[in-house]
């Protein structure tokens, strides 16, 4: 395997001052990013020589950027706290613990390197997978929608209990409607939002379906997913005196406003945790594929 601090640091480039997609580098580059850079594409270079029997492409011929999947995955990681997963601690409690397999799945993934070597189906869905493992993110199979989401929802409700904030998983609430059924809300918690118990519904959303591609902007997914819940159950809420907060993973590890303002929130009331709460929750996010990755 290579170098894991190289593979890391060849994550972190800064994007605006080294074109890594054409393999330039600007005027204001420093040395060590010049030496990154090489780093990664070296390391591209490897593995394009490696897989190409299969038939796998990361560039457009034609204008040699990488080809939209590959381009809005590299986006998509540049965003705030999306690497930091790779500062967590152990701890089994907070699902903090990855194999060494998983791990450097994850990482494969991360740098664009594909993770099968032939066909092969997914394990809870028998859907014939890519090389890369794109399905995993976004598999249904064996409830794995629902997987996730229950993942997200345990680990938010173990933060918020660490605090010492009183809070109720799958609390049910009245909310005003013509049926008026119970809507169980995914983790309730009692006097948060000055004084106003906060009602948090949980999403996670895989930015790179076909739909998403077109017309790809970093964050288009989790503010589109923001949008759709607020219309839905904001206007109940407040009726009712709850806050609403409508918490939006995306499978690279970026966050909504309202799921940053929340966890800022916790943060506050925990004495500056804030960078502890975002490597939880990026953590879950790539600890969601792993497990899907490998049918867990």
Same mark, same amino acid.
């Given at each position: ?6 593979? &890391? ?13 054409? +393999? ?7 040395? %060590? ?8 594409n070296l390391?591209?270079?490897?593995e394009?020589?490696? %897989? ?5 492409r /990361?560039?457009?011929?034609s204008?040699? /950027? &990488?080809?939209?999947?590959? =381009? *809005?995955?590299?986006?998509? &990681?540049?965003? =705030? $706290? *999306? ?6 601690l ?18 494969? #993934? ?20 890519? @090389? ?9 199979? $064996? ?5 996730? $989401? +229950? ?16 809070? /109720?998983?799958?609390? !049910?609430? $009245? ?7 119970? /809507?169980?809300? +995914?983790l ?12 948090v ?7 790179? %379906? ?10 288009? *997914?989790?503010?589109? =997913?923001?949008? %759709?819940?607020? !219309?839905?159950? @904001?206007?109940?809420? =407040?009726?009712?005196?709850? !806050? ?31 960078? #502890? ?8 996010? #790539? ?5 899907? #990755?490998?049918?867990?």
């Amino acid at each position: 395997m290579f170098d894991p601090v190289l593979v &890391f640091l060849s994550s972190c480039l800064s994007y605006p001052s080294v074109n890594v997609l054409r +393999n330039e580098v600007s005027s204001s580059t420093s040395p %060590t990013q010049k030496h990154l850079a090489g780093v990664f594409n070296l390391v591209l270079h490897k593995e394009f020589l490696a %897989t190409s029997g299969n038939n796998l492409r /990361w560039f457009d011929k034609s204008t040699g /950027w &990488f080809l939209p999947r590959n =381009q *809005a995955l590299l986006q998509s &990681f540049t965003q =705030q $706290h *999306a690497l930091s997963f790779l500062l967590a601690l152990p701890m089994e409690g907070l699902h903090l613990v990855m194999s060494p397999v998983e791990y450097r799945a994850i990482l494969r #993934y991360r740098l664009l390197m594909p993770l099968y070597t032939g066909r092969c189906h997914c394990p809870h869905c028998e859907h014939v997978m890519t @090389l890369f493992g794109d399905h995993a993110f976004c598999c249904g199979g $064996h409830s794995g929608s629902w997987s996730r $989401h +229950n993942f997200l929802r345990d680990t938010l409700a173990a933060l918020v209990r660490q605090v010492g904030i009183l809070r /109720w998983e799958n609390g !049910e609430v $009245h909310l005003p409607s013509s049926s008026g059924d119970l /809507w169980p809300a +995914n983790l309730l918690v009692y006097a948060f939002y000055d004084g106003k118990t906060v009602c948090v519904d949980i999403s996670v959303v895989h930015p790179l %379906t076909s739909r998403g591609l077109v017309g790809f902007k970093v964050g288009n *997914a989790v503010r589109g =997913q923001e949008s %759709t819940k607020n !219309e839905k159950y @904001l206007s109940g809420c =407040q009726s009712i005196g709850l !806050e609403f907060v409508p918490f939006v993973l995306d499978t690279t590890g970026g966050l909504g406003k309202s799921s940053i303002r929340f966890l800022e929130k916790v943060a506050w009331i925990d004495d500056g945790a804030e960078s #502890y709460l975002r490597i939880c929750v990026s953590s879950c996010s #790539y600890t969601i594929y792993a497990s899907a #990755y490998f049918g867990l």
